[in-house]
């Protein structure tokens, strides 16, 4: 059995708001090293943004510093497919260089995967990836609905590998897989496909160490495992268990269960520096399995609907984001798709009326602009936001002109790096070049009240009425100015998608 560690990367989006910075990861990295991980899941999902939205931080300096202290351990990354790192399409050429430079930084397994699990969205990163000679992980975004079943899965897993997948990771990102249902995927998928199996999960549901179990017994190739300090509630199995579990067996992982021990108790040190930005979710959480959020955005959710006296309304917005789901043609939930969903179910809520404001977002991905949707939308919500329209039904990357050269005509003396960094996120980007290397001012005062995640600005202006009476409600730097007052997801217009930042779950 292989391990993938995930400590660097999503054990602490899950757990500490992706807050980890560069110099609390540098110490333990020569012990990392000489551990015997198949791979270390270090860059990609949400710490991209986190870098240059909070911390100061130069992401690309980050693969290199570890890189320096890691030279014998594969880096992984997550990548949105046509997303890349951000919130909305990106041309091909964008996708071309992005992964270029990636590749240049340090990474060498890039996971890629599709919010709708559309393949259109992933040949473009598929085909930069093999270009530079790395090695692609093709991903299946799991989740469970009346429109998915495990054909569909096995199929999308048997097209992965025919794109040219090196391995096919399953994703698990809200901890839906249950133990048999993991068991049977599994074996279904190694009955038709050659290519190593990766499985990923989260414990949010109390799955996780039971799915794992029935996955390794299904003949799963390789484990995503968090060290034990950083697992478990909305985070993952932990290493050393795994690790202890397989010991002496004929899936042994061959790792040295004391090191992996000294490795956990560093990262426990460390998560204590964090603590302000935890997630008040430690347990278990099974209603997750209806409302299929993933518990990163519910612990955000939960946390900003209490700081503005709106906590009533949670019980609202988590039934109304599977009746969105469905509305919407059940796609699965992570980013972007989750946020779009929650965005919709939000407004639904607080303006008393279902779809009485409809978030630009919702009408995008009901045009096609995300991709095709697995079921079918509905109707009468189609057609209000069509209008006689026709969706898009190409790949929705075809419609987008290049951009590179517009940008570094725009940037002459800006490096490529930073010319991706403003690319995926224009409106932070000037504020990061700024700031760049200082110390980032919430970590200033460890003592300091927990600062809310705060997504970009994004002034829209609706005109609502309820109860007879007409409100103008402002939704800006993702706040609900009106009545009922709440605080909601707004989107980063400026990148053309749903940028709920802290709400991303992947």
């Known amino acids: 059995m292989l391990i993938t560690e995930v400590a660097l990367r999503d054990a602490h989006q899950s757990l500490l708001a992706t807050r980890m910075r560069t110099e609390d990861m540098l110490p333990i990295a020569e012990r990392m090293d000489k551990a015997g991980y198949w791979s270390v899941e270090m860059w990609g999902g949400a710490t991209f943004d986190s870098c240059i939205r909070f911390l100061n931080e130069d992401p690309w300096e980050r693969v290199r510093q570890l890189r320096q202290r890691m030279p014998n351990t594969r880096f992984q990354m997550l990548l949105r497919g046509q997303n890349l790192l951000g919130y909305r399409h990106y041309a091909d050429d964008v996708v071309y260089r992005f992964v270029e430079l990636a590749a240049s930084a340090g990474i060498d397994v890039f996971r890629i995967f599709d919010a709708l699990n559309d393949v259109r969205n992933l040949e473009t990163a598929i085909k930069a990836v093999k270009k530079e000679g790395k090695h692609v992980e093709g991903t299946i975004s799991y989740t469970t609905s009346p429109v998915h079943n495990v054909k569909m899965f096995v199929d999308l897993a048997v097209e992965l590998e025919r794109m040219g997948s090196d391995t096919i990771c399953i994703k698990d990102m809200a901890g839906l897989l249950a133990p048999e249902a993991a068991y049977e995927l599994i074996s279904e998928i190694k009955n038709k496909v050659k290519a190593p199996l990766h499985l990923h999960s989260h414990c949010t549901s109390g799955f996780g160490n039971m799915t794992y179990l029935r996955a390794?017994?299904?003949?799963?190739?390789?484990?995503?495992?968090?060290?034990?300090?950083?697992?478990?509630?909305t985070a993952h199995p932990p290493t050393e268990t795994i690790v202890a579990m397989l010991k002496g067996t004929e899936r042994d992982t061959g790792m040295d269960l004391e090191n992996l021990i000294e490795i956990g108790k560093y990262f426990g040190e460390v998560r204590k520096k964090y603590k302000k930005f935890e997630s008040s979710f430690t347990g278990v959480d099974v209603d997750i399995l209806k409302s299929q959020i993933p518990g990163g955005m519910i612990s955000n959710l939960e946390s900003q609907l209490k700081q503005q006296k709106a906590y009533d309304k949670l019980d609202e917005v988590m039934h109304e984001i599977p009746r969105v789901r469905e509305d919407l043609g059940y796609p699965p939930l992570v980013t972007p798709t989750s946020q779009i969903v929650g965005i919709q179910a939000v407004l639904n809520v607080v303006t008393r009326e279902r779809y009485k404001v409809i978030a630009n977002e919702t009408r995008e991905i009901i045009r096609g602009r995300y991709g095709k949707l697995p079921g079918e939308v509905n109707e009468e919500l189609k057609k209000r936001v069509l209008k006689g329209e026709q969706p898009i039904t190409c790949r929705p990357a075809d419609v987008l002109e290049p951009e590179m050269d517009k940008l570094k005509a725009r940037f002459p003396d800006m490096s490529d790096e930073d010319i991706m960094v403003y690319a995926l996120f224009p409106q932070v980007a000037p504020?990061?070049?700024?700031?760049?290397?200082?110390?980032?001012?919430?970590?200033?005062?460890?003592d300091a009240p927990v600062q809310p995640h705060q997504p970009p600005p994004m002034p829209a202006t609706y005109h609502i009425s309820v109860n007879g009476k007409t409100y103008n409600v402002v939704v800006e730097n993702g706040y609900v100015k009106g009545h009922p007052i709440v605080k909601v997801p707004a989107p980063d217009s400026a990148n053309g998608g749903?940028?709920?930042?802290?709400?991303?779950?992947c």
Do not use: H, M
């Open 498 to 505: 749903a940028a709920v930042n802290g709400y991303s779950d």
């Open 431 to 446: 504020k990061y070049f700024e700031n760049r290397g200082k110390a980032a001012p919430e970590f200033a005062d460890e």
């Open 216 to 233: 390794i017994q299904a003949g799963v190739d390789i484990l995503d495992c968090a060290t034990s300090s950083l697992s478990q509630g």
